[in-house]
C-alpha cells in the first residue's frame, strides 16, 4: 500500500462527503422548483441566477439562527440524536461505484471508494443506524409531539427494513456477489428492472418508507404531529436532520439505480468512462423526479394501514419475488 | 386587599375530571394538547387530547381563543355601521353574512329588495359558498398531505376573489349587500368574469376530484372515518353539508327559501354514509350545484335598479344629492344618526357554506341594535368533536376536524 493510494482514498472521501452534502443543497432547490411547478407556483427564483443561491441563503440563515435546548431535555442524546442520524447518511454511498476506471495523470483511478464483497449488507446495516438517531432525538426533547413522531419512525423502520432487505436479494441472486461493482457489471446488457420488476417496485416502495418521504412521512407528519421528531429542534441542528433526510434521498436512488437501473452503464460508457458518473446522475436525478412527483400527489397513509401494508403486503410480495427470481435464474442457466 | 366581586370563577381541576378516563390520572394515557397552535386545527382551536398510543380515548374542544365580542360591538354600531362587523365572523362567508345581517334588518324595518339586487345577492352568494369550500377541500386534503390540491384549489378562489374585488373593492371583507340592496351596481366585467368562472370551473372541479375522489390513499384515509348518525346530528343541532352527508336533505335554500331561491333549479346532494369521506362528496357535489344555480342567475339577470328607493333607510344615490335638498337631508341623516327600527325582534336564516346561520335582532326603537345574536354553525358542528372522533387515530383526528369545516371566527364571535 503506497501513499499515493491512501491520499487517493482520502481525496475520494472527501469528494464523496463534498457532493453528498452539495447534492443535498440543491436536492432542496429542486424539490422546491419542482413541487412549485407541479402546483401552479413559480418557486423560490431571487437569489442568484434561477434561485441558484438560495440553498446557501438558507444555510447562512440555518447557521445564524439561535440553537434552543428545551427544558427537561436529555442534553447529550439531544445533540449526539442529529449527529448519529446524518452520519449514516454521508457514509452509506461510500460502496457504490461511479464509473469504471478513468486515466488520471497517468494513474488507473477506479470510480469508486470502495468495492468491497459485503456492500450490500453495509448498505443495509448503515442505513438502520440513522432511525436510532430520529427515536432518540423523539425521545430527548421532552416534547410529545416528538416522541410520538420517533415511536412512529421505530415501528415504520421495522417493518420496512425487512422489505427492502428482501428487495436486495434478487440482484445477489443473479449475481452471484454483494459487490454493487459486480452487480453494475452483470447489468451491462440488461438492466435488472426488466428481470425482476416486482423487486424493483418493493424497492421503491420501501426506500420511500426508509427515507421517511412522502406518503410515508410518518415520522414528521406536520399535520398531525407539527413537525414530528425534530419540533424542538432549531438552527444547525435542524439543519442536520434535513440534511440526512436529503442525502439519504439521494442514497437510495444512487443504491437504487445501481441495483435495478444499470448505475454508471450506458451507452458509449467503455469508450469514455467518464460518461458513468454522468449516466449516474441523470439516473438518480430522475430517480429524484420521481421522489418528488409523489410526494406532489399522493396523501399521507396512516400509521397503522402502513404497517398492515408493510407486513401483509409487501414482506409476503417481496418473498414471493425471490422465488421468482431465484426460479428464473435457474432456468436461464447460472 | 378588597376582593373584587365577580361572577367569573377558575374552574376547578376536580370538576374537569369526569372528561377523561381514569387512566389518565394515573400516566398510563397521555394527555396531549393540540392547539391552539397547531398547524391542522384550522385557526385557533384547542383540542385536548386523551391518548392510549395514538389512539383517542377522549377529546375536549377548548374554545373561545378568537373570541372578538362582535357581536357585543355591534350594539354600539347603527345598523349600516354594524354590518362591517359582520364580515369578521365567518370570515370564508363574509358575503353570507352580510346576506343575512341584511335580510334581518330588513325585516325589521320592513324594507323591500329589488329583482336585480336579490339576484346578485344570489351569485355572490354562491360564489362566496364555492369559495369556502374551495378552502376546505384545499385544507383538508392538506391535512391529509395531498399537498398539490390546496394550490390547484387557490388557483380559482383567486377568481372568486377577483370578482369580488371588482364588484365591492375588497377582496373578503366584502360589505358590498347592504340593507335594502347593494352598495352600488355591479360593473360592466362583472358579467363576463362570471360567465368565464361557470365555463372554467367545472372542469377544474374535475381536476380536483381525479386527485382525490379515486385515490385509494384518500378513501383508506376517509371512508368510515368519523361517521356520525342522522340522529345524532339532530340531536346537537347540527346543520349544513354534515348533516346532509348523513342523509338529510336539509338545506334552508331549498325549505326556508330567500332572495329568490325558489326560482332557480337545483338538487341538495345527500349522502347516507355520514363519514368524511360523505362529507366530502357533498361538498364537492354542492359546488356543482352553486354553479348550476350561478349560471342561471347570471343568464336570467334582471335590469332595474339595485337598491330599494325607500329614502328613509337607504341612501340616495350620489347624483341625487347634488340636486335634492331632500336627497341631502336624507344623506346626512342616514349617514350621521342612522335609521330608527322598532321595538321588535326578529330571526332570520339563510344556508351558510357550514350550515344553518341565523341572525337574532332586536331594535330598541333607536337607530341601533338592542341586541344582535349570531346563530353560528361553526360552534354548533364543533360541538360533536367529542363523540366522533373517539377510538380515531391522531392522524384521523386532523382529518375529522377538516371535515367539519369549523370556522373558529364563526364559532367564538
Same mark, same amino acid.
Given at each position: 500500500?503506497?501513499?499515493?493510494?491512501?491520499?487517493?482514498?482520502?481525496?475520494?472521501?472527501?469528494?464523496?462527503?463534498?457532493?453528498?452534502?452539495?447534492?443535498?443543497?440543491?436536492?432542496?432547490?429542486?424539490?422546491?422548483?419542482?413541487?412549485?411547478?407541479?402546483?401552479?407556483?413559480?418557486?423560490?427564483?431571487?437569489?442568484?441566477?434561477?434561485?441558484?443561491?438560495?440553498?446557501?441563503?438558507?444555510?447562512?440563515?440555518?447557521?445564524?439562527?439561535?440553537?434552543?435546548?428545551?427544558?427537561?431535555? =436529555?442534553?447529550?442524546?439531544?445533540?449526539?440524536?442529529?449527529?448519529?442520524?446524518?452520519?449514516?447518511?454521508?457514509?452509506?454511498?461510500?460502496?457504490?461505484?461511479?464509473?469504471?476506471?478513468?486515466?488520471?495523470?497517468?494513474?488507473?483511478?477506479?470510480?469508486?471508494?470502495?468495492?468491497?464483497?459485503?456492500?450490500?449488507?453495509?448498505?443495509?446495516?448503515?442505513?438502520?443506524?440513522?432511525?436510532?438517531?430520529?427515536?432518540?432525538?423523539?425521545?430527548?426533547?421532552?416534547?410529545?409531539?416528538?416522541?410520538?413522531?420517533?415511536?412512529?419512525?421505530?415501528?415504520?423502520?421495522?417493518?420496512?427494513?425487512?422489505?427492502?432487505?428482501?428487495?436486495?436479494?434478487?440482484?445477489?441472486?443473479?449475481?452471484?456477489?454483494?459487490?454493487?461493482? =459486480?452487480?453494475?457489471?452483470?447489468?451491462?446488457?440488461?438492466?435488472?428492472?426488466?428481470?425482476?420488476?416486482?423487486?424493483?417496485?418493493?424497492?421503491?416502495?420501501?426506500?420511500?418508507?426508509?427515507?421517511?418521504?412522502?406518503?410515508?412521512?410518518?415520522?414528521?407528519?406536520?399535520?398531525?404531529?407539527?413537525?414530528?421528531?425534530?419540533?424542538?429542534?432549531?438552527?444547525?441542528?435542524?439543519?442536520?436532520?434535513?440534511?440526512?433526510?436529503?442525502?439519504?434521498?439521494?442514497?437510495?436512488?444512487?443504491?437504487?439505480?445501481?441495483?435495478?437501473?444499470?448505475?454508471?452503464?450506458?451507452?458509449?460508457?467503455?469508450?469514455?468512462?467518464?460518461?458513468?458518473?454522468?449516466?449516474?446522475?441523470?439516473?438518480?436525478?430522475?430517480?429524484?423526479?420521481?421522489?418528488?412527483?409523489?410526494?406532489?400527489?399522493?396523501?399521507?397513509?396512516r400509521? =397503522?394501514?402502513?404497517?398492515?401494508?408493510?407486513?401483509?403486503?409487501?414482506?409476503?410480495?417481496?418473498?414471493?419475488?425471490?422465488?421468482?427470481?431465484?426460479?428464473?435464474?435457474?432456468?436461464?442457466?447460472? | 386587599?378588597?376582593?373584587?366581586?365577580?361572577?367569573?370563577?377558575? +374552574?376547578?381541576?376536580?370538576?374537569?375530571?369526569?372528561?377523561?378516563?381514569?387512566?389518565?390520572?394515573?400516566?398510563?394515557?397521555?394527555?396531549?394538547?393540540?392547539?391552539?397552535?397547531?398547524?391542522?386545527?384550522?385557526?385557533?382551536?384547542?383540542?385536548?387530547?386523551?391518548?392510549?398510543? &395514538?389512539?383517542v380515548?377522549?377529546c375536549?374542544p377548548?374554545?373561545? @381563543?378568537?373570541?372578538?365580542?362582535?357581536?357585543?360591538?355591534?350594539?354600539?354600531?347603527?345598523?349600516?355601521?354594524?354590518?362591517?362587523?359582520?364580515?369578521?365572523?365567518?370570515?370564508?362567508?363574509?358575503?353570507?353574512?352580510?346576506?343575512?345581517?341584511?335580510?334581518?334588518? &330588513?325585516?325589521?324595518?320592513?324594507?323591500?329588495?329589488?329583482?336585480?339586487?336579490?339576484?346578485?345577492?344570489?351569485?355572490?352568494?354562491?360564489?362566496?359558498?364555492?369559495?369556502?369550500h374551495?378552502?376546505w377541500i384545499? +385544507?383538508s386534503a392538506?391535512d391529509l398531505?395531498?399537498?398539490?390540491?390546496?394550490?390547484?384549489?387557490?388557483?380559482?378562489?383567486?377568481?372568486?376573489?377577483?370578482?369580488? &374585488?371588482?364588484?365591492?373593492?375588497?377582496?373578503?371583507? +366584502?360589505?358590498?349587500?347592504?340593507?335594502?340592496?347593494?352598495?352600488?351596481?355591479?360593473?360592466?366585467?362583472?358579467?363576463?368574469?362570471?360567465?368565464?368562472?361557470?365555463?372554467?370551473?367545472?372542469?377544474?372541479?374535475? &381536476?380536483?376530484e381525479?386527485?382525490l375522489t379515486k385515490?385509494?390513499?384518500f378513501l383508506e384515509r376517509t371512508v368510515g372515518i368519523g361517521p356520525i348518525s342522522q340522529e345524532d346530528c339532530i340531536r346537537y343541532g347540527i346543520t349544513g353539508p354534515v348533516l346532509r352527508a348523513s342523509g338529510r336533505a336539509f338545506d334552508l335554500?331549498k325549505i326556508?327559501?330567500?332572495?329568490?331561491?325558489?326560482?332557480?333549479? @337545483?338538487t341538495v346532494p345527500t349522502q347516507t354514509a355520514g363519514d368524511v369521506y360523505a362529507r366530502y362528496l357533498v361538498r364537492v357535489q354542492e359546488m356543482?350545484e352553486?354553479?348550476?344555480?350561478?349560471?342561471?342567475?347570471?343568464?336570467?339577470?334582471?335590469?332595474?335598479?339595485?337598491?330599494?328607493?325607500?329614502?328613509?333607510?337607504?341612501?340616495?344615490?350620489?347624483?341625487?344629492?347634488?340636486?335634492?335638498?331632500?336627497?341631502?337631508?336624507?344623506?346626512?341623516?342616514?349617514?350621521?344618526?342612522? @335609521?330608527?327600527?322598532?321595538?321588535?325582534?326578529?330571526?332570520?336564516?339563510?344556508e351558510s357554506p357550514r350550515g344553518e346561520?341565523?341572525?337574532?335582532?332586536?331594535?330598541?326603537?333607536?337607530?341601533?341594535?338592542?341586541?344582535?345574536?349570531?346563530?353560528?354553525p361553526s360552534l354548533l358542528n364543533l360541538q360533536v368533536m367529542p363523540l366522533i372522533t373517539r377510538n380515531h387515530f391522531?392522524a384521523d383526528l386532523v382529518g375529522i376536524i377538516g371535515s367539519l369545516d369549523v370556522?373558529?371566527?364563526?364559532?367564538?364571535?
Amino acid at each position: 500500500m503506497d501513499a499515493a493510494l491512501i491520499w487517493e482514498w482520502i481525496i475520494k472521501s472527501v469528494v464523496i462527503l463534498l457532493v453528498m452534502t452539495g447534492g443535498f443543497a440543491y436536492v432542496t432547490l429542486y424539490e422546491r422548483r419542482v413541487l412549485a411547478r407541479m402546483q401552479v407556483r413559480i418557486g423560490p427564483n431571487r437569489v442568484g441566477w434561477q434561485g441558484l443561491l438560495q440553498p446557501v441563503a438558507d444555510g447562512i440563515k440555518l447557521i445564524f439562527k439561535e440553537e434552543l435546548t428545551p427544558v427537561g431535555a =436529555d442534553r447529550l442524546i439531544f445533540i449526539l440524536a442529529p449527529v448519529i442520524t446524518v452520519i449514516p447518511a454521508l457514509i452509506v454511498t461510500a460502496v457504490v461505484p461511479w464509473g469504471t476506471e478513468v486515466n488520471l495523470f497517468g494513474r488507473i483511478v477506479p470510480l469508486r471508494l470502495a468495492d468491497i464483497n459485503v456492500a450490500v449488507l453495509y448498505i443495509l446495516s448503515v442505513t438502520s443506524i440513522s432511525v436510532y438517531g430520529i427515536t432518540l432525538a423523539g425521545w430527548s426533547s421532552n416534547n410529545k409531539y416528538a416522541m410520538l413522531g420517533g415511536l412512529r419512525a421505530t415501528a415504520q423502520m421495522i417493518s420496512y427494513e425487512l422489505a427492502l432487505g428482501m428487495a436486495f436479494v434478487g440482484p445477489i441472486l443473479w449475481t452471484g456477489s454483494m459487490s454493487l461493482g =459486480d452487480i453494475v457489471s452483470a447489468q451491462k446488457n440488461l438492466w435488472f428492472v426488466v428481470i425482476m420488476p416486482l423487486g424493483f417496485i418493493i424497492y421503491v416502495i420501501a426506500s420511500l418508507a426508509e427515507v421517511n418521504r412522502s406518503p410515508f412521512d410518518m415520522p414528521e407528519a406536520e399535520q398531525e404531529l407539527t413537525a414530528g421528531y425534530h419540533t424542538e429542534y432549531s438552527g444547525m441542528k435542524f439543519a442536520l436532520f434535513f440534511m440526512a433526510e436529503y442525502i439519504k434521498m439521494i442514497g437510495v436512488s444512487m443504491i437504487g439505480a445501481t441495483l435495478f437501473l444499470g448505475g454508471y452503464q450506458g451507452p458509449f460508457v467503455d469508450a469514455y468512462p467518464w460518461l458513468g458518473p454522468i449516466y449516474l446522475f441523470i439516473k438518480v436525478a430522475l430517480w429524484l423526479f420521481f421522489m418528488i412527483w409523489v410526494r406532489a400527489t399522493l396523501p399521507r397513509f396512516r400509521y =397503522d394501514r402502513l404497517m398492515a401494508f408493510g407486513w401483509k403486503v409487501l414482506l409476503p410480495l417481496s418473498l414471493l419475488y425471490i422465488v421468482v427470481t431465484a426460479v428464473l435464474r435457474l432456468l436461464v442457466g447460472g | 386587599m378588597t376582593e373584587k366581586t365577580s361572577n367569573y370563577r377558575e +374552574t376547578n381541576i376536580d370538576e374537569l375530571r369526569h372528561l377523561v378516563t381514569g387512566r389518565a390520572l394515573t400516566g398510563e394515557t397521555m394527555l396531549l394538547n393540540m392547539g391552539p397552535q397547531h398547524p391542522s386545527t384550522h385557526g385557533v382551536l384547542r383540542l385536548l387530547l386523551e391518548l392510549d398510543g &395514538e389512539i383517542v380515548l377522549n377529546c375536549i374542544p377548548d374554545i373561545g @381563543f378568537l373570541h372578538t365580542g362582535v357581536e357585543k360591538n355591534m350594539e354600539s354600531k347603527t345598523y349600516q355601521k354594524a354590518e362591517v362587523m359582520t364580515d369578521r365572523l365567518d370570515y370564508l362567508n363574509n358575503v353570507g353574512n352580510n346576506f343575512v345581517y341584511c335580510m334581518a334588518v &330588513e325585516k325589521l324595518v320592513d324594507l323591500d329588495v329589488p329583482e336585480r339586487a336579490q339576484a346578485v345577492r344570489v351569485i355572490l352568494a354562491e360564489l362566496t359558498r364555492i369559495s369556502s369550500h374551495l378552502l376546505w377541500i384545499g +385544507t383538508s386534503a392538506l391535512d391529509l398531505a395531498a399537498m398539490s390540491v390546496f394550490m390547484y384549489a387557490m388557483r380559482e378562489r383567486e377568481m372568486i376573489l377577483d370578482i369580488m &374585488e371588482m364588484c365591492s373593492g375588497q377582496r373578503m371583507m +366584502t360589505t358590498y349587500i347592504r340593507p335594502g340592496g347593494l352598495w352600488r351596481d355591479v360593473p360592466a366585467e362583472f358579467d363576463g368574469a362570471v360567465r368565464n368562472f361557470v365555463n372554467i370551473f367545472p372542469r377544474r372541479l374535475d &381536476e380536483y376530484e381525479s386527485m382525490l375522489t379515486k385515490n385509494a390513499l384518500f378513501l383508506e384515509r376517509t371512508v368510515g372515518i368519523g361517521p356520525i348518525s342522522q340522529e345524532d346530528c339532530i340531536r346537537y343541532g347540527i346543520t349544513g353539508p354534515v348533516l346532509r352527508a348523513s342523509g338529510r336533505a336539509f338545506d334552508l335554500r331549498k325549505i326556508r327559501p330567500y332572495s329568490g331561491y325558489e326560482k332557480y333549479d @337545483f338538487t341538495v346532494p345527500t349522502q347516507t354514509a355520514g363519514d368524511v369521506y360523505a362529507r366530502y362528496l357533498v361538498r364537492v357535489q354542492e359546488m356543482r350545484e352553486s354553479i348550476k344555480i350561478i349560471d342561471q342567475a347570471i343568464n336570467k339577470l334582471p335590469g332595474g335598479p339595485i337598491r330599494s328607493s325607500n329614502r328613509k333607510f337607504v341612501p340616495p344615490p350620489r347624483s341625487e344629492i347634488g340636486v335634492s335638498m331632500e336627497a341631502l337631508i336624507h344623506h346626512f341623516k342616514l349617514w350621521t344618526e342612522g @335609521f330608527p327600527a322598532p321595538a321588535e325582534s326578529v330571526y332570520v336564516t339563510a344556508e351558510s357554506p357550514r350550515g344553518e346561520i341565523g341572525v337574532f335582532l332586536e331594535g330598541d326603537g333607536g337607530p341601533k341594535p338592542w341586541r344582535i345574536h349570531y346563530r353560528t354553525p361553526s360552534l354548533l358542528n364543533l360541538q360533536v368533536m367529542p363523540l366522533i372522533t373517539r377510538n380515531h387515530f391522531v392522524a384521523d383526528l386532523v382529518g375529522i376536524i377538516g371535515s367539519l369545516d369549523v370556522i373558529l371566527g364563526d364559532s367564538d364571535r
